[in-house]
């Protein structure tokens, strides 16, 4: 099925390691976001893109990196892991902003021990 | 700072009772409000508001927006179990952010068979 697709859907990490989380759309979607969600909260911004080669911060970019090398693909990449980082992380994509609704992937759930 | 405050945070009620969600919203420069269902893993999207007073519906869930008093309401009636989740009521950032979502906290809704 179409849509926005998360590997991986778990993973630990030990402080100072790094991972890149992959997020991959064929829905040919211009605008990409990555999202945290920690327990009991709602989602928080953390990067988002309008097209391949453009990216801007959200409201947390504090210890995250992303780039868009082309329409499909938007990784997000933890440099150096802290437990601060732990929680679930969704990306979504939307063809122009909010006005047609995003659609999320399923989340990556990651734990920083 | 955009603010978007969800009540009650929780709420347990028995299959076939009428809820109420409410989300009050502080934006600079008010576009929509969205409305999501988020169950075990991503949110799906329920309703996108732009103008106040004209409801939105679909099924046994409406919502309806008041931008005067800054305010919208999810109702959902004839509850069932499978209206379980986490209701989720977000408004897009102020600055831009190609329409990156502000959330709430969301109501953790339980109906009991």
């Known amino acids: 099925n179409a849509g926005v697709t998360q590997t991986p859907k778990f993973r630990i990490l030990k402080i100072g390691q790094s991972m890149t989380l992959q997020c991959a759309q064929d829905?040919?979607?211009?605008?990409m976001y990555w999202y945290r969600q920690d327990p009991g909260m709602g989602l928080k911004l953390i990067y988002y893109s309008v097209g391949a080669g453009i990216t801007d911060k959200g409201e947390v970019p504090n210890g995250y990196n992303v780039s868009r090398s082309t329409t499909e693909d938007f990784p997000l990449r933890l440099e150096l892991a802290a437990p601060s980082q732990t929680s679930v992380y969704f990306c979504a994509s939307s063809p122009s902003g909010t006005l047609y609704g995003y659609t999320f992937g399923s989340g990556t759930r990651l734990t920083v021990v | 700072e955009d603010k978007v405050v969800q009540s009650p945070l929780s709420l347990v009620v028995h299959e076939g009772d009428t809820v109420t969600l409410n989300c009050s919203y502080e934006?600079?420069?008010?576009?929509?409000l969205l409305w999501y269902k988020q169950e075990k893993k991503a949110p799906t999207f329920l309703f996108m508001l732009t103008s106040s007073g004209i409801e939105k519906k679909s099924g046994r869930l409406s919502s309806i927006l008041d931008k005067k008093e800054l305010f919208s309401i999810l109702n959902i009636t004839a509850t069932q179990t499978g209206d379980s989740a986490v209701y989720l009521c977000?408004?897009?950032?102020?600055?831009?952010?190609?329409?990156?979502?502000?959330f709430g906290k969301g109501t953790h809704l339980i109906i009991q068979p």
């Open positions: 934006v600079t420069n008010f576009r929509s």
């Open positions: 977000a408004v897009p950032l102020s600055g831009g952010g190609a329409d990156g979502l502000t």
């Open positions: 829905m040919n979607h211009n605008y």
